[in-house]
């Protein structure tokens, strides 16, 4: 990892691209709203730590809010059993190259991907 700090501008950023207001932006965070305000106006800088926990719930990476990218796609997904056991058993069944129904789900992603409306 680059050393870089923190941009409090792009957590502002995100945090409206994703329509959270500041309140709702704090909940998911798990952070109080003027603990969450003071990250966002650059009074307080995060952890880095708390830069990749910021990034997974936000749904960017820590690249994007420490300037390391440009771009705020995640580089990574993190997919808890707990919040979505289908998504996590459909993950593991992709990422199995000996289940016989990873090719069947790939192809089918294939063709919803190719065509949405059928």
Not at 66 to 78: K, Q, V
Not at 86 to 97: K, S, V
Request: glycine share 4%.
């Amino acid at each position: 990892m680059i050393d870089r700090a923190f941009i409090p501008e792009r957590l502002k950023e995100i945090r409206e691209e994703r329509n959270l207001s500041k309140a709702a932006a704090a909940r998911l965070l798990n952070l109080s709203k003027m603990g969450y305000l003071r990250y966002e106006s650059g009074d307080r800088t995060p952890s880095y730590q708390t830069i990749v926990f910021m990034a997974q719930k936000l749904g960017t990476s820590p690249e994007y809010l420490t300037g390391e990218e440009d771009t705020p796609e995640p580089r990574e997904y993190i997919i808890s059993k707990t919040d979505d056991p289908e998504l996590f058993a459909l993950i593991q069944d992709i990422l199995d190259t000996k289940n016989p129904t990873r090719t069947r789900l790939l192809a089918y992603y294939k063709k919803l991907k190719a065509d949405p409306k059928k």
